[in-house]
């Protein structure tokens, strides 16, 4: 287990393979296993030096003491801080989700330190839109209520089975796709995913996260325009939250490349980890090749 310490925060990672650097974040809730447990991290590392990381707030990494930081222009140096305790002048960076939120304006203030820029199943606005039927209106006090009823149970412990039995009830827009799958296939995407929960050493950490970051609409329009380095898009057919999000960033972004992979939703490294891990390499390899995204 790996450790860079930044400040109060001592962000948990991974090194594995040799080669340009690719660091790698995640989606809210994930860890490094969102790459690694899925095989895509393995196909990367036999060709680049792969560093995924996990966020603040989530997984193995762990802040001892305010501020906490689950902001974005905060996460953002993250990045940087891990980039220097491995002494990388530039390296490419890999990011899922919300992990794709922060990589995003990070290219936006620092592409001139990326050798590229991949950006999966995500947008530039921390705050996205969610369609129909998940854009339910809660007023303040019923969202009051409903997180002081979470917090009572927040630490109680849930049988593996019923937490799957939960999520097939209610998957969400994330990860309906995965569980409208037949077994057992749905099942070893669902390891996968309790995997998550069950590497994270605290719940509390990740509900505070959740109800801090997510606070700006705003695409930063002019900002996808400044991004000057190779810049991957890539997302689900069925990513339902981020289709419009990744075709205006595919739209404004100078140098992009922007790949819709069929019959998948927003999970892509679990749901097509082959086609996934295809794609990186052969965004990565036009890039080594020519400096450009196509």
Known sequence: MAYAQNGNVKTYY?????????????GLSEDVTYWMATGVGGKLAAKYRFIPYEMRGHGRTVIDKEPWGYDCDTMLEDINALAD????????LLSHATGGMIAVRYGMKYSDRLLSLMLTDTGSATLPTMPPPYNVTVSDAERQRMREEYLK??????PAADRK???ITTPGPYTFTIAAR???ER????????GFYRNRLSRRALFNFQTSFYTDPDYKIEGLRKIKCPTLVLLGEHDVVFIEPSALMA???PDNRHVVVPEVGHMTAIEAPDETAKQILDFLHTVEEKGKAI
């Open 165 to 167: 039995a939960r999520w």
């Open 251 to 253: 739209k404004e972004i």
């Open 85 to 92: 305790h491995l002494g990388f002048k530039k390296f490419h």
């Open 187 to 194: 099942h070893k995407m669902w390891q996968v995913m309790d």
């Open 14 to 26: 991974e090194d594995t393979g040799k080669g340009e650097p690719i660091i790698a974040n995640h």
């Open 153 to 158: 149970h927040i630490d109680d412990e849930v």
């Open 182 to 184: 037949p077994e057992p």
